[in-house]
């Protein structure tokens, strides 16, 4: 059952829509309109629109957004608001949207009961209790998207972040690039014994050149990375600890036990061959 | 094998399969006059803080007779397991199968340096 205050702004939208739209995309100021972002012609016929849905729901049931009536509105702002989210918009830009639609229809109300106070103040209270959840609305699900696209990203980080390499018969090398949680802990412990059943390997490099900080937690991760790998009979060599990486684990006093460390990947890698027995011979050019 | 001993596991051990276990290994190395014992775990799926007591327990018994032990072919995910547990298996030599543990153990009773496995104590 309507009102005579919600046929109000379904009465205005109706008569006066095109000034309104005129009026709400000049509210739209360059910057908020992002006309390097979305062209000009696609904004107008989305205003369009979507005066149109909000006009047939107020129409049905009046002001009441959370109504099933009103649910092709929200759908068209979730929609909005997820291209949006997509195409870079600020969350400021997106919700403005809604917002700057407020003056032109303020404006109509205004001129509508130009002579009756009462319905003037009561007419746009309830709009702008209206528009207040309608932007409140499109911020949420834009807060949404992002939150989607950051859940995404990490997983991707988590799985291209362990490799392990075969460097010479027997020896392995992991490095690891970006912080140890133990989640990655897992993942590493993982990958690195299965590679070492694999290729028969008795000798894994932890290069630790491109994790920024090690504190306690991290060298807990470390330590029970190398102790799972001495279970399965493969010596753990630490490589690429970096001068302030060592300062930390003495400061902080860590007991690495007696995992064997090294600067650089390459001096573990001459431990390793050692370990093993294998030696390299640089060949001398034959005289004739 | 020679000098040395092969026990395979291939059951999930309860308390007195395992005592039966320590009972019969003690009594052989001391038969034979084995001088290393190798374990090969690669059938263990699972494995639990009393397995890996056990193990530890065998290596402790053997070394009293003087022989060396080294458990073979633990499976990722029973190391996984072992580790998270907090159980080091320290004085348990290990390796990755029994070529690699049969190597460990000759070369460390003919008295050469270790030049490859693992252990610790």
Not at chain 1, 72 to 79: A, F, N, T, W, Y
Not at chain 1, 231 to 260: E, F, K, W, Y
Not at chain 2, 50 to 66: K, Q
Request: some cysteine.
């Amino acid at each position: 059952m309507t009102t005579k205050k919600s046929t109000g702004l379904a009465d205005i939208m109706a008569a006066k829509e095109d000034i309104i739209l005129a009026e709400w995309m000049r509210e739209m100021k360059d910057s908020l309109r992002r006309s390097d972002l979305i062209k000009d012609s696609d904004l107008r016929s989305e205003c369009a629109t979507f005066l149109q849905v909000v006009k047939e729901a107020l129409e049905t049931v009046g002001p009441d957004f959370q109504s099933p009536a009103w649910d092709k509105v929200r759908q068209m702002l979730g929609d909005i608001s997820r291209n949006r989210a997509k195409l870079g918009f600020a969350p400021a830009e997106t919700a403005s949207f809604v917002f700057s639609a407020k003056k032109p229809l303020f404006t109509q109300i205004r001129q509508k009961y130009k002579n009756d106070a009462e319905g003037m103040a009561s007419e746009m209270w309830s709009t702008t209790e209206l528009l207040d959840s309608m932007g409140l609305y499109t911020a949420e699900i834009y807060q949404k998207v992002r939150e989607e696209v950051i859940r995404r990203q990490q997983e991707e980080l988590l799985e291209l972040s362990t490799p392990v390499v075969k460097l010479w018969d027997g020896v392995l090398a992991l490095p690891i690039i970006g912080t140890l949680d133990s989640a990655r802990t897992q993942i590493v412990m993982e990958s690195l014994l299965q590679a070492i059943v694999q290729t028969n390997s008795r000798v894994a490099i932890i290069d630790i050149t491109g994790v920024p900080t090690v504190d306690t937690v991290v060298a807990q991760h470390l330590l029970k990375t190398v102790t799972a790998a001495r279970l399965m009979g493969a010596d753990c060599i630490i490589s690429g600890v970096r001068p302030q990486i060592a300062q930390t684990i003495v400061h902080l006093g860590i007991n690495l036990l007696d995992v064997t460390t090294k600067a650089t990947l390459s001096a573990a890698f001459a431990v390793a061959l050692q370990r093993l027995g294998v030696t390299f011979v640089r060949e001398t050019p034959q005289q004739r | 094998m020679g000098e040395f001993l092969l026990v395979t596991i291939q059951v999930d051990m309860h308390d007195r399969l395992a005592m039966a276990l320590q009972d019969d290994l003690t009594r052989m190395i001391a038969a034979s006059e084995a001088r290393g014992v190798l374990i090969d775990i690669s059938s263990l799926e699972i494995v639990d803080s009393f397995i890996g007591r056990m193990l530890a327990n065998i290596a402790g018994m053997s070394r009293v007779l003087d022989a060396e032990t080294v458990v073979v072919g633990m499976q990722p995910a029973v190391a996984i397991t072992l580790v998270e547990l907090g159980l080091s298996l320290s004085g348990v030599r290990t390796a990755l199968n029994v070529d690699a543990g049969m190597e460990l153990l000759r070369s460390s009773l003919n008295g050469s340096k270790v030049l490859y496995g693992s252990h610790f104590d």
